[in-house]
Nanobody
């Protein structure tokens, strides 16, 4: 069993930055991939970023590439999402998720544990 708790969301002006954190409980954290997804009002959940168990592979949605950076600290059981140059279209609830295996993937059905989400609001 893995429990995930996100933090770091909030209200920021366009062009600003936020860093999301996701603290995980459970002994399997360091052996599985982790991902970030987001869901805006009235829209489907979408992939944002993913990182493999070792951090050696990272993937980003085209919409955030060059602005967001995913990282993880396996000693702290925590995954991070550094978000820079934020845009109003980044406004959403952001969820972290633990994968079923060590390989990073963009497919949400391959993540079996999810956090409760943290709201990110970017004002124009």
């Amino acid at each position: 069993q893995v429990q995930l708790v996100e933090s770091g969301g909030g209200l920021v002006q366009a062009g600003g930055s936020l860093r999301l954190s996701c603290a995980a409980s459970g002994r399997t954290f360091s052996s599985v991939a982790m991902g970030w997804f987001r869901q805006a009002p009235g829209k489907e959940r979408e992939f944002v970023s993913a990182i493999s168990w070792s951090g050696g592979s990272r993937y980003y949605a085209d919409s955030v590439k060059g602005r967001f950076t995913i990282s993880r600290d396996n000693a702290k059981n925590t995954v991070y999402l550094q978000m820079n140059s934020l845009k109003p279209e980044d406004t959403a609830v952001y969820y972290c998720a633990a994968g079923m295996g060590p390989i990073a993937t963009v497919t949400d059905r391959l993540y079996n544990y999810w956090g409760q989400g943290t709201q990110v609001t970017v004002s124009s």
